[in-house]
């Protein structure tokens, strides 16, 4: 993905290039037209942990690169990461200069990888049209899906449904994963970065995939594209990639360090915390209420970010079962029970926690859960095992109706 750049500039030249002619598009030929992929390493920033994919367009005869980016953004537009977060982006195609694209890559110290590809005179002009097409400031702009219509698939359309055949890719290793799956290949480094996408995704997300849906990330895109073949009509078959070279080789990258502490390792210490709270109370006969006030808060405001997910536009995140365990319902019902807490009275929350703490436990045979949420529901259990009396040190007097 790139952010927002002067294009405009640049695309108004290649307008005007195509403004003379219909046929010629003003001296323009097939000729004089060749294609690639260019597929972009990743850096340390969390927009670009999965790499990037955009198409070279070079005018042999101008001597001219157009670097075609339909990853376009603004990051300091109004409300961004909360309109990201609910599928409400809008991005963009842009249209780069060599020096303008190549500088920023190399700036981030991410190599530039093209695949030259192997087409006829006439998929390269129907490539032209479709790309002039997209460029029409109608069209420009397109509802952005990580999963489902990214920077990576819309080059990849862009090309394939431009062929005169089909496309046959040799057998991936990969295919069978989910998108959980192929996104944590290189979200491993930067645990705290992929525990955000865990816990957003929900069941759809651990789906097993086909080859041609994991495409959505640009490395899976360039090995398909390196094997691939086009099926010709007439039963001929072609290379679909004739050569590959390193346009940018990778320099160095400078990798901020994060919290030093592993989403796993910040459970493990809650758990441990939670058994010596317990075990307080076992030799006090007293209840810690204050432990469970942050434990309830916690999770409640957890489970507001994960009960608005239910009405964002991202298929693979309204259905997620983590909100069994990170819900709304310990914020709302605090008050009153740790109001009964402090007067040793038990109350109904306790039991209904029980049964969502199970349900939690069983919806991992389906979902895979984010890093150290198992951890965290079984120092939720403890906690709620104490109050609702399974384990009697604790003594709470029990409402009863005069």
């Not at 670097?67 to 953004?73: L, P, R, T």
Request: aromatic share 12%; with cysteine.
């Amino acid at each position: 993905m790139k952010r927002r750049a002067w294009y405009i500039r640049l695309a108004v030249v290649l307008l005007i290039c195509i403004s003379g002619a219909r046929e010629s598009y003003a001296g323009l030929t097939a000729d004089s037209l060749e294609f690639s992929l260019l597929t972009c390493d990743p850096h340390s920033k969390i927009y670009s942990l999965y790499g990037h994919t955009a198409i070279k367009m070079y005018d042999k005869e101008k001597r001219m690169s157009f670097f075609i980016n339909y990853g376009v953004f603004d990051f300091a537009s109004k409300n961004f990461i909360l309109r990201f977060v609910f599928g409400l982006t809008d991005y963009e195609l842009g249209i780069f200069s060599e020096r303008d694209f190549m500088a920023e890559y190399q700036s981030r110290g991410s190599g530039v990888t093209e695949q030259k590809l192997n087409l006829t005179p006439q998929e390269k002009m129907r490539i032209f049209h479709a790309l002039m097409e997209n460029n029409r400031e109608e069209n420009r702009f397109y509802r952005y899906n990580y999963f489902y219509d990214n920077c990576t698939t819309r080059a990849r359309d862009l090309i394939v449904k431009n062929l005169d055949g089909a496309v046959v890719y040799p057998p991936s290793e990969r295919e069978g994963m989910s998108y959980r799956d192929a996104v944590h290949e290189y979200n491993e480094e930067h645990p705290w970065a992929r525990f955000g996408n865990d816990i957003l995704l929900g069941v759809k997300a651990d789906k097993r995939l086909t080859q041609a849906e994991l495409q959505f990330l640009p490395f899976n895109l360039h090995d398909d594209f390196a094997g691939a073949e086009v099926v010709n009509i007439d039963g001929s078959r072609r290379r679909l990639v004739s050569d590959t070279r390193q346009l940018l080789a990778p320099g160095m990258q400078f990798i901020e360090d994060g919290f030093p502490l592993r989403p796993r390792t910040c459970a493990l210490i809650l758990l441990a915390l939670t058994l010596v709270i317990s075990g307080i109370e076992l030799y006090s006969k007293k209840a810690v209420w204050a432990y469970d006030l942050l434990l309830m808060t916690a999770s409640g405001l957890a489970g507001i970010v994960l009960t608005a997910m239910i009405f964002s536009q991202h298929p693979t995140v309204s259905l997620n079962l983590q909100i069994l365990l990170l819900n709304p319902l310990p914020l709302l019902l605090a008050y009153p029970v740790i109001k009964r807490l402090r007067h040793h009275q038990s109350h109904w929350w306790w039991k209904v926690q029980l049964v969502l703490i199970a349900l939690f436990f069983a919806g991992s045979f389906i979902q895979s859960y984010a890093e150290g949420m198992l951890i965290l529901a079984c120092s939720l259990l403890i906690r709620c095992l104490g109050y609702y009396k399974i384990t009697p040190h604790i003594q709470l007097k029990k409402n009863r109706k005069k």
